[in-house]
């Protein structure tokens, strides 16, 4: 089994800054994909940025220039820098790992981000 545990979330006013952290534990296999994807109240869960081990990145038009995710594979952690951040950053942000050759993908519990003045 794989365990995701997300940390990091809080409020912060517009303009500020925050950084989430998800450490994998369990039966994470290479080669992989990480993430992190966020659901706004009313909203579907959407993609925000992904990382591969080979540390190839993909990020959601709407946070590209203000969002930056990293990852240590040794940790099986995968981090989001997020700057800048706008009220419409405000969701529940969720990390993932999909196996890229196993039909199999995993979900943290979630981290609220709230981005308010």
């Known amino acids: 089994q794989v365990q995701l545990v997300e940390s990091g979330g809080g409020s912060v006013q517009p303009g500020g800054s925050l950084r989430l952290s998800c450490a994998g534990s369990?039966?994470?296999?290479?080669?992989?994909?990480m993430g992190w994807y966020r659901q706004a109240p009313g909203k579907q869960r959407e993609l925000v940025a992904t990382?591969?081990?080979?540390?190839?990145?993909n990020y959601a038009d709407s946070v590209k220039g203000r969002f930056t995710i990293s990852r240590v594979n040794a940790w099986n952690t995968v981090y989001l820098q997020m700057n800048s951040l706008k009220p419409e950053d405000t969701a529940v942000y969720y990390c993932?790992?999909?196996?890229?050759?196993?039909?199999?993908?995993?979900w943290g519990q979630g981290t609220q981000v709230t981005v308010s003045s």
């Open positions: 990382i591969t081990n080979d540390g190839f990145t």
């Open positions: 993932n790992v999909r196996h890229v050759f196993i039909n199999s993908d995993y």
């Open positions: 369990g039966s994470i296999f290479s080669p992989n994909v």
